[in-house]
Structure formats: structure tokens, C-alpha cells
């Protein structure tokens, strides 16, 4: 059983930036997959980005390419997603997920939430105007 756990979500205007967290219980070996999704109010759940092979393999929405970037601290069992260049459009609860050996088709959970094996509770975004 795997526990992850988002923190380092907040209040933040547009165009600042936030660091979110992932951690988990148990170490992140580099055939797992990670995934960070976000839900915004009265929208449905939405992939965010992907990062398997110890990070060395990464993928992104096209709505927050060039402005977010996730990476990962094997030590610390932890993933991060970190987002620069906030828009009114990013709020919303996000979310991380494991897909344990989902290494070959990480980018896939993109859209595909249901292969996911463990999500965490969510910590909420909010980006004013």
C-alpha cells in the first residue's frame, strides 16, 4: 500500500509561482510513474504532467508547457511540480498518482486517470486575477 501526500498548495495572483509536492510512503523506483492531475470547479479531471525513469522521462499538457516543470528527489520520495507564469485558468485541486511499474506508458495516464494505482487527497491552486 502507498500513501502520497500533496502539500504547497495556496493563494497566488497571476503570474507568480508555486512549488507542489508528491510524497510518498514507499520509494519512487524509476519504472514507476507519477502523474500530477488537477480538477477545476464544475470541470472534469484533466493530466497535467507525467515523469517516470527517475525523471529522466517527462511529459506535459500543452496548456502548461513552457510554464511548469516536474521533476523528482529519489531521497526524499518525493515529486514536485513546480509552476511558474500562473494563470486565472490554472486553480483547481491537484492531485498526484502512482502507477506502479507504469513506466512504458506513463505519458498515456495523461488520459488515462484509471490505470493509476494510488492518488493522493489533492491540495487546492488558486490564482487571482
Known amino acids: 500500500q502507498v500513501t502520497l501526500v500533496e502539500s504547497g498548495g495556496g493563494s497566488v495572483q497571476a503570474g507568480g509561482s508555486l512549488r507542489l509536492s508528491c510524497t510518498s510512503s514507499e520509494y519512487i523506483y524509476k519504472s514507476d510513474c507519477i502523474v500530477w492531475y488537477r480538477q477545476a470547479p464544475g470541470k472534469e479531471r484533466e493530466g497535467v504532467a507525467t515523469i517516470t525513469d527517475g525523471g529522466g522521462t517527462s511529459d506535459y499538457a500543452d496548456s502548461v508547457k513552457g510554464r511548469f516543470a516536474i521533476s523528482q528527489d529519489f531521497a526524499k520520495k518525493t515529486v514536485y511540480l513546480q509552476m511558474n507564469s500562473l494563470k486565472t485558468e490554472d486553480t483547481g485541486t491537484y492531485y498526484c498518482?502512482?502507477?506502479?511499474?507504469?513506466?512504458?506508458?506513463?505519458?498515456?495516464?495523461?488520459?488515462?486517470?484509471?490505470?493509476?494505482?494510488?492518488w493522493g487527497q489533492g491540495t487546492q491552486v488558486t490564482v487571482s486575477s
Open positions: 498518482a502512482a502507477d506502479l511499474g507504469g513506466r512504458k506508458w506513463c505519458s498515456t495516464l495523461m488520459s488515462n486517470q484509471g490505470r493509476a494505482d494510488y
